[in-house]
Every structure is written in C-alpha cells, then in structure tokens.
C-alpha cells in the first residue's frame, strides 16, 4: 500500500538557521507532491506544490525538492524565524485514496530565538 | 479572500447523543472533504463528496455519514457518539481531485464525547 513518512520527532533549531524537513514515501510515484503548513488548533495551510519532472521549486524563504529516485521530498525553511514554528504536513496524490491524495503524520517545528 | 468555515470550534457531547457538523464553503468547489486527525496517525479522510448530493466513503466512514443538499454546504453527521470519536475534525475543499489541486481548510472542530 502507499505510504508517507515524516519524522515524527519535533525538530528544534536555532532563529537564523536553516530547517530541513523530509517526507519519504514508498510503494508508489506520485505526480505531484505538496506540503502544508499547520498551527496548533487550525487547519493546515498549502504552501507549495511541486510536480514530478521539477526538481526543486522555492517560494520566498522556501525551498523544496523531490528526489522521485530517492522517493524523497525536502522542504527548507532558510534564514529562520521563531514565526515558522508550526507542525508541516507533506501530502501526495494516491490512487489508493478516494480523494486521490494521502496525508503525511507532519514534523513539529520549533525555532528558538 | 477564499474562505471554509465550520460551524464550532469546540464541541463537548455526550455519548449516545446525534452530532452535526457543518462546513460551508465559498469558493464554488465542487469537490469537499471531511477528516479527523489524530495525534500520530495524521489526516485520515472519512469521506468525500465530488456534487451536490453525491458522497464517496473514505477510509474510516464507519459511524459517520454525510450530506450534501447545496453544493456550498457539507456536513457530517455522527449517528450515535461515541468516545472513540474524540478528535479534530477538519473540512476542506478543492477544485478537483488529486495531488495537483490544493485544499483549502476550514479551523476545524475540536469534539470531546464523554
């Protein structure tokens, strides 16, 4: 069956860094992935998609690659800042799914000042 | 500014008791969903309606059911509470189906059944 992993430890690291966030899937290749952003008690927010034939995409302070041989995403948050702290959701489209798309669990981000 | 509203933010209930939740949508989306999210397991669909009046089961639809009369309006239904379905429960909607359409999610309903 398909599946998504993310780190479900919460990442802490220090205001100004760099924060990097994975999302492994296997089973499967989607064509297109996406990752959300969701604050404590609120629904989670899109904030890139990214297709399969690109190989990384930014937006402002966001970056994020898809590795369709690694089955891999990497979602980077540059120059970080404590107003980034939130739990980041990757998602995919999945055949397996009514709504044509699966959830990941999402990594808890916490950026200390 | 697009916008998916639901009805509560908080809900307590008790068990046994008929539970309505409401979400309502503004963007003319055709397609609308219903999850629960729990620590751990992540967003887990219970169902998915795609028009007015059709609905499609996810893959916990057990003790739920829907209803969709307007397609601006969706909403899930808990049949009999029970404490299991204790959870977060968000709605969202999409232009269409699949990984190359975002969803736009609601604040979510915070529902305690004791």
């Known amino acids: 069956s398909q599946k998504i992993e993310q780190n479900s430890e919460a990442l802490n690291i220090q205001e100004g860094k760099t924060a990097t966030l994975t999302c492994n899937y296997t089973?499967?290749?989607?064509?297109?992935l996406q990752w959300y952003r969701q604050d404590p008690g609120r629904g989670p927010v899109f904030l890139l998609l990214?297709?399969?034939?690109?190989k990384e995409k930014r937006k402002e302070r966001l970056k994020v690659t898809f590795d369709t041989t690694l089955k891999q995403s990497l979602f980077h948050i540059t120059a970080s800042q404590p107003a980034d702290s939130a739990t980041y959701l990757c998602?995919?489209?999945?055949?397996?799914?009514?709504?044509?798309?699966?959830f990941g669990s999402g990594t808890r981000l916490s950026i200390r000042p | 500014d697009v916008k998916v509203t639901q009805s509560s933010r908080y809900l307590v209930k008790r068990t046994g008791e008929k539970v309505f939740l409401e979400c309502v949508q503004d963007m003319d989306h055709e397609n609308m969903f219903w999850y629960r999210q729990d620590p751990g397991l992540g967003l887990r669909l219970i169902y998915f309606s795609y028009d007015v009046k059709m609905k499609e089961k996810g893959d916990i639809p057990e003790g739920y059911s829907v209803s969709r009369e307007k397609k601006e309006r969706f909403s899930l239904i808990l049949e009999s509470a029970s404490t299991n379905q204790t959870s977060m429960y968000l709605c969202a909607s999409s232009l269409n189906v699949g990984g190359a359409y975002e969803q736009y999610f609601g604040p979510g309903t915070r529902l305690t059944v004791t």
């Open positions: 089973n499967y290749s989607p064509a297109y």
């Open positions: 990214i297709r399969e034939n690109e």
């Open positions: 998602a995919l489209d999945a055949y397996s799914s009514a709504s044509k798309i699966i």
